[in-house]
């Protein structure tokens, strides 16, 4: 019964682990790291979504019958969500990256005292 569940459960455990990284660290680097994490918490719960036990891929034609089929939207919203995510995420880099060329720290509560 809980077999079911074990997506879900990895799902919430990697989003309160991202989630915990970023309310625990300091560095920009390690905030970011934790914002991963949670994105692909996110992912793995909309794959879990659109899965069917003994479902069959949307485009298999050869099939006769009533079959039952794996829901193809979560999946495609999930790639579309994983490059966007990539990029911002290289964004993200970048503007840290200019950060601690500005500040010369990768430190929250040092950027946020020195304030310039």
Known sequence: MIEGYIPYIFAISLFVLGLGTIVMKNNLIKIL????????????????????????????????????????????????????????????LSITVQVYRHYGTLDIREIRRLRG
């Open 33 to 92: 790291i934790g914002l991963d994490i949670m994105e692909s918490a996110v992912h793995l719960f909309l794959i879990s979504l659109g899965y069917r036990t003994g479902g069959t891929a949307p485009i298999w034609t050869g099939i006769t019958g009533e079959k039952i089929f794996v829901l193809p939207i979560p999946q495609a919203l999930t790639l579309t969500a994983i490059v966007i995510g990539l990029a911002t995420l290289a964004m993200a």
